[in-house]
């Protein structure tokens, strides 16, 4: 099986600060893309923006879980009241709040790294040579990062500094661009991907497959965006159409939903549409961060938790689903004492808050015998499953009679057969398909987004009441979510962004 991406350390060029201007500036320099071994080599080290411990290494993983409104923490204390789940997990997070300013300060690192590469390199209109098509991988890949960086950024930000060109201290202070402006550019940014990747510099980096699907995930956001982002010539779900099925057939799903979160069967699966690679020498934090303690005889924190009404809906919905195991861990023989640990729903009385939800189990060790706290587990962005919903959902809203197919391959992976509301009606079907992303999904990456992305309405009926209004809900070890649209729709700009850049109020 192939590996996507391996994170290298450049020896005096990854060096970060809370400054986004890199010392020195991160490979922005000509000479770099003379060849094709340097260009390369900097192109790992551009992805090694996004794997960042701040990002798919440890605190994205955390602030998705926490803002996405199905988890909860134990970070901080053992109760509803933490400083995590009276911020981020009520989905109204201050500007103040330690991970809003960490995911960000990170995201804005990979777009100095890919603006670095596209100011300093230039592409070959009819490449050639070796190193010409290798450089215009190099590029179509900067690309690529840097329209998934903005994609983050405007999906959880929502208006944010649209940075182009490598910082300086002459350009540190920028206005936020509009919304409309920011999907504008991601998608330019896509195209020139698109254009330009061709696999010169190597299979262990993604294929533009990956380009296509990131591109359909801007045109869905779009679809149901207010009217002054969208363009209104444009026919957003058929646009998402267009280039997701370009990827659909090119992958496939593993056998084993369970295996695509071990660390000895998960990397670089047929499944894998875009993979970053932890190794030896730049492992992630997932081990201690999220793995239950005393799961195993490491030293290990268990930071998030599912809510238990998430939980429920899902084994609910699917008795017996297979990835119910897969995701979710409610019971374990504790390594340093051999009692028995149960928390809910195995542990059915929710009287505090240490056994009212059950562990988010996707990110944790599996072997119980580890003792290291670090892990070698590659950062799946995207994977085809990811892609069949989209299919799916989008098919409903274009109503091309396609919609259940893609669904059913999902299912049949897990041996489940469609739930009955997707021969309901259309609206029906668009209910059931969210959860899908919710039961294949969780915990990996989008769920932040894929609630919000609906707007609103729908997640003010499917996420905020569906919890305030559960018939489990206990104020005591739940956390009541915000009902204001201001506040849970949008995180607002971190204070050290605002504070250091003179134009933004």
Same mark, same amino acid.
């Given at each position: ?43 790992? &080290? ?5 794997? &960042? ?11 998705? &879980? ?5 988890? /909860?923490?134990? @970070?901080?204390?053992? $109760? !509803? ?20 300013? @960490? ?26 040579? %070796? ?13 690529? !990062? ?13 208006? /944010? ?14 206005? !936020? ?21 061709? &696999? ?7 294929? /533009? ?8 995930? !801007? ?9 002054? +982002? ?92 297979? @990835? ?21 729903? +195995? $542990? ?65 992976? +897990? ?37 919000? @992305?609906?707007?609103? %309405? ?48």
């Amino acid at each position: 099986m192939k590996k996507i991406l391996s994170i290298i350390v450049l020896s005096g060029l990854l060096m970060t600060s809370c400054s986004l201007e890199e010392e020195p500036p991160f490979l922005s320099d000509q000479n770099v893309y003379a060849d094709a071994e340097n260009a390369k080599a900097a192109l790992n &080290g551009i992805y090694d923006g996004l794997a &960042g411990y701040e990002m798919y290494s440890n605190v994205y993983y955390f602030f998705n &879980g926490l803002y996405s409104g199905m988890m /909860v923490s134990r @970070r901080g204390g053992n $109760n !509803v009241n933490t400083q995590f789940n009276s911020t981020l997990a009520t989905m109204a997070a201050a500007s103040g709040e330690l991970n809003n300013g @960490r995911v960000w300060t990170q995201i804005y690192r990979a777009v100095a790294r890919a603006n670095g590469a596209i100011y300093s390199a230039i592409p070959t209109a009819d490449p050639s040579t %070796d190193d010409e098509l290798v450089i215009n991988d190099v590029v179509g890949h900067a690309y690529f !990062v840097r329209a998934f960086s903005y994609y983050m950024l405007v999906s959880i930000w929502g208006e /944010v500094p649209l940075r182009l060109e490598p910082s300086t201290p002459d350009n540190t202070n920028l206005a !936020v661009s509009t919304q409309k402006e920011i999907y504008d550019q991601i998608l330019l940014d896509c195209n020139m991907a698109d254009s330009l990747i061709n &696999g010169s510099a190597g299979t262990s980096f993604p294929q /533009v497959y990956a380009v296509n699907m990131l591109k359909a995930k !801007v045109y869905m956001s779009l679809a149901t965006e207010s009217e002054d +982002v969208q363009d209104g010539s444009t026919n957003y779900w058929q646009a998402a159409y267009d280039e997701a099925i370009k990827v659909y057939g090119h992958y496939t799903l593993v056998e084993d939903y369970a295996e695509l979160f071990n660390e000895e069967t998960s990397d670089g699966t047929s499944e894998s549409i875009f993979e970053l690679q932890s190794s030896d020498g730049a492992s992630h934090d997932w081990v201690r961060a999220f793995t239950p303690n005393n799961y195993t005889k490491a030293n290990t924190f268990g930071w998030l938790q599912v809510n238990a009404d998430f939980y429920n809906l899902h084994a609910d919905t699917y008795p017996g689903d297979q @990835r119910i195991a897969a995701t979710y861990l409610s019971s374990w023989t504790q390594q340093n004492n051999g009692n028995i640990t149960n928390k809910w729903p +195995v $542990n059915s009385s929710r009287n505090n808050f240490g056994n009212a939800h059950p562990f988010f189990f996707k990110l944790a060790e599996k072997d119980v015998s580890n003792t290291s706290q670090v892990g070698n587990q590659n950062m799946i962005i995207f994977r085809y499953a990811d892609l069949l919903l989209m299919l799916a959902e989008i098919s409903n809203e274009l109503q091309n009679g396609e919609q259940l197919d893609y669904v059913t391959e999902v299912l049949n992976r +897990v041996g489940l057969s469609p739930q009955a509301a997707y021969y309901g009606t259309q609206d029906d079907f668009r209910t059931a398909v969210m959860r899908e992303y919710q039961f294949e999904l969780l915990g990996e990456g989008f769920d932040c987004i894929n609630v919000r @992305r609906r707007g609103f %309405d729908w997640m003010k009926t499917h996420i905020i009441d569906f919890h305030n209004n559960n018939p489990i809900f206990d104020a005591s070890v739940d956390v009541t979510f915000s009902g204001e649209k201001d506040k849970v729709m949008e995180l607002p700009i971190p204070d050290a962004e605002v504070n250091a850049n003179q134009n933004i109020n």
